[in-house]
């Protein structure tokens, strides 16, 4: 007698979470690169970040199915079938391969826009990096992460990349990173008091300048400038001192310290190179100086596209007042929120 047979549906047996934080305000960028040699970068933690979700269940048939679906841009591909349009996702996945008794659906996603030089990049490789490892049975401390994920853009992908932001997405908070040598580094947590996190909160603010920007470029710019002079820590010292005072602001809460390393870090770095510090960032920095800021920091490599972040005023009524004025005199600027996050890569993993 005929039987109905319903088609298998495979349920989720493991969804395991990754989230990630991007970071700003690196002050001492730059001088965590292969060309620098040596380097001191200050930098904080923000969220929202990135957020990777990796769903198991049993293996259907003889070709594991992986699918990946890529929100920020409205994709769903298919690995490793389909033309790798997104090269730092894939090489992440096939160099942290899905155990073969499963089939995957993995989903990345994130809030800030696609190239806003807050290290987003770096955050969905240390996620991703983090969640599929954990699929294969292995918690990774944020130092092995890191590392793992610089060696991604770096060796795997050919990418010119320093190792702050890795390292800042990883650990989370406030991180003073001491590069004695390129790409070894010591780590230390800054320590900040519930007022001054308070502070950051109300008064650092966001914006990304409207349009993206690729850091591998603009690096090249930079390079071939530091070929030019003979001794190119006159241009990278500025930067280093620029993350060590900053980090003696933050240790001693005192943020109008702070932004004075952030502007000095901002000079430091249209020093290095004009194209850095776009025209209309510095628009925005003379709406910020009309309204009283402490500081700002061109965030990550800078240039045409990117973001800016703005230490403003303590008074919300000037606060209030200079974000009216950036709506009205750069309408293609736009304000993204953000709240300090002192941890870096969270990972659950549930079972169904």
Avoid at 183 to 208: K, R
Avoid at 326 to 331: E, N, Y
Wanted: hydrophobic share 45%; glycine share 8%.
């Amino acid at each position: 007698m005929a039987t109905n047979q319903r088609r298998r549906v495979p349920m989720p047996q493991r969804t395991i979470t990754a989230t990630a934080p991007i970071r700003i305000c690196d002050l001492g960028g730059w001088t965590d690169t292969w060309f620098a040699g040596h380097g001191v970068v200050c930098s904080l933690a923000v969220n929202p970040g990135v957020v990777v979700q990796v769903r198991l269940s049993t293996r259907q048939s003889e070709r594991q199915a992986v699918q990946l679906a890529v929100h920020n841009y409205g994709e769903l591909l298919h690995y490793p079938g389909d033309t790798p349009r997104h090269p730092l996702l894939h090489a992440a996945i096939a160099t942290n391969p899905i155990p073969d008794a499963y089939d995957a659906e993995i989903a990345v996603s994130s809030s800030i826009p696609p190239g806003c030089s807050t290290g987003t990049s770096a955050a969905v490789s240390v996620a991703l990096i983090g969640a599929l490892r954990a699929a294969q049975g292995h918690i990774e401390p944020p130092a092995k992460l890191s590392r793992a994920a610089h060696l991604l853009e770096t060796h795997e992908l050919g990418l010119q990349s320093g190792i702050q932001d890795q390292i800042g997405v990883a650990h989370g908070g406030c991180c003073f990173i001491e590069m004695a040598r390129y790409p070894d580094a010591t780590v230390t947590a800054v320590p900040l008091t519930d007022a001054t996190i308070a502070a950051l909160n109300d008064q650092l603010l966001l914006f990304y300048i409207g349009t993206p920007h690729l850091s591998s470029a603009i690096h090249q710019q930079v390079i071939a400038r530091l070929e030019t002079v003979s001794d190119a820590d006159t241009l990278l010292d500025p930067l280093r001192v620029a993350a060590t005072q900053g980090h003696a602001a933050l240790c001693a809460g005192d943020l109008q310290a702070y932004g004075h390393a952030l502007q000095a870090n901002t000079t430091a770095q249209r020093a290095l190179h004009p194209g850095l510090i776009a025209p209309s960032v510095e628009q925005l920095i003379a709406v910020a100086d009309a309204h009283g800021a402490w500081g700002y920091k061109v965030n990550g490599a800078g240039g045409d596209g990117g973001s800016i972040a703005v230490l403003t005023s303590p008074d919300p009524a000037e606060r209030a007042a200079f974000v009216r004025a950036v709506v009205a005199r750069l309408p293609q600027m736009q304000q993204i929120a953000i709240r300090y996050a002192p941890h870096g890569i969270q990972i659950t993993d549930t079972e169904a």
